[in-house]
């Protein structure tokens, strides 16, 4: 019966953790620090990680042997899958090197985190399996129950059946009529008993974040149960020494009922959004194909765009006043030639005076106009402000 009241008066101060255990400890926190998405499954005992790839979500089971880290991790996977680290008969047990050369020196958060590096270099592919996460497959036969470490308050069950009916949680203390109620500081509900049927992983605080952020608040735990101290003391004799009844009670309780309800109305939920998010894939499809033609057409406009933008650079160079006074220069040297080359056909006696005058006048003119809007333009080049100012 001093399993079901925990906190009698008789009971001491919890002993200090062995090194062992302090050991354990310090990979667990390890194995946190690498993967922030990790999930307790039984406290110092069971962890979870999921991971997606090639949109399929695997997790990956580690569990700890009571002698950890003395013992190897038993790592697995789950759904089954093909995979060169992946036992081929059972396709779940990892049997990487990381795993099985794992030692006393070796650190827990990085071992899983290279396994994880090598899941993502080489995905691993999922095998027809079980759709729902089985319970007890990764607690190798023979591995007797380990009690979660620095709880020492919970009585180490034996290893029980997997077909057989889970236990459940101790029961907090209840007051003998006429005496005051023991005070002790309320401890964390242990994690190990698993009902079939609730969601996985069991919070094990008051507050449970999943991996999409939503926080689940778990229902209140009372310091006591009032209803124990109408049950007489052969009965509570005959509950602590037959687990049915006892889970008979607990299942019973109204805030077992509110979890149970609560993870109908999630499953409801979930169910709901999955229909509507279905119901929205036409439309969702549509404005993909949409922003594809959108993306095609901003394509074509940028490269229209480009070829204008180097046109309007090639325009720009040729209308800079250099380009200006170098054309300008050019044009009067070649009035100039054709001035001399009429000069000289008149001497040659090729033209009569009347033609040469009228043609020679109007080359030379052109020449000397040319010379001076030259002159003018490097003037307005080497003082910009000259040329604002003639305007």
């Given at each position: 019966m001093n399993w079901i009241f925990p906190f009698s008066k008789g009971s001491g101060p919890l002993p200090p953790l062995t090194s062992l255990q302090q050991q354990r400890q310090r990979q667990i926190e390890s194995l946190r620090a690498a993967h922030s998405s990790i999930a307790e499954i039984q406290k110092d005992?069971?962890?979870?990680?999921?991971?997606?790839?090639?949109?399929?979500t695997?997790?990956?089971?580690?569990?700890?042997?009571?002698?950890?880290?003395?013992?190897k991790p038993v790592v697995s996977v789950f759904p089954p899958v093909c995979h060169h680290l992946v036992d081929a008969t059972s396709g779940t047990m990892v049997t990487s090197p990381l795993i099985t050369n794992f030692g006393m020196h070796s650190d827990l958060g990085k071992t899983i985190q290279g396994l994880m590096d090598e899941f993502w270099k080489n995905p691993p592919v999922v095998t027809s399996g079980p759709s729902s996460f089985p319970y007890g497959m990764y607690k190798p036969p023979g591995m007797p129950y380990a009690t979660p470490q620095g709880f020492h308050y919970i009585p180490a069950f034996p290893l029980q059946d997997s077909s057989a009916r889970p236990v459940a949680p101790a029961l907090a203390p209840v007051p003998h009529p006429g005496t005051e109620p023991h005070a002790a500081p309320r401890a964390a509900a242990p994690a190990y008993g698993l009902i079939t049927g609730l969601p996985v992983p069991?919070?094990?605080a008051d507050t449970q974040a999943g991996l999409n952020g939503h926080i689940y608040k778990m229902p209140e735990i009372p310091e006591m149960f009032p209803e124990l101290s109408e049950i007489s003391a052969a009965r509570l004799k005959e509950m602590s020494e037959q687990e049915d009844l006892l889970l008979d009670y607990f299942v019973r309780l109204p805030q077992l009922k509110q979890v149970t309800s609560d993870k109908e109305e999630l499953v409801t939920g979930i169910v709901d959004i999955a229909k509507k998010n279905l119901l929205l894939e036409p439309q969702l499809e549509g404005k993909r194909q949409e922003m594809l033609e959108k993306y095609e057409e901003l394509t074509q406009m940028k490269s229209a765009f480009e070829v204008k933008m180097?046109?309007?650079h090639e325009l720009s160079e040729s209308c800079s006043l250099s380009a200006l006074q170098a054309r300008l220069k050019v044009a009067a040297h070649q009035a100039e030639e054709e001035s001399e080359e009429t000069a000289e056909h008149f001497l040659e006696g090729k033209t009569d005076i009347d033609d040469f005058l009228a043609s020679f006048m109007e080359k030379r003119t052109l020449c000397h106009c040319r010379r001076a809007k030259e002159e003018k333009l490097q003037h307005s080049i080497n003082s910009p402000g000259s040329l604002h100012s003639a305007h």
């Open positions: 005992v069971e962890y979870r990680i999921p991971f997606t790839v090639n949109n399929t695997i997790n990956v089971n580690i569990l700890l042997p009571p002698q950890f880290p003395q013992e069991v919070p094990t180097q046109r309007q």
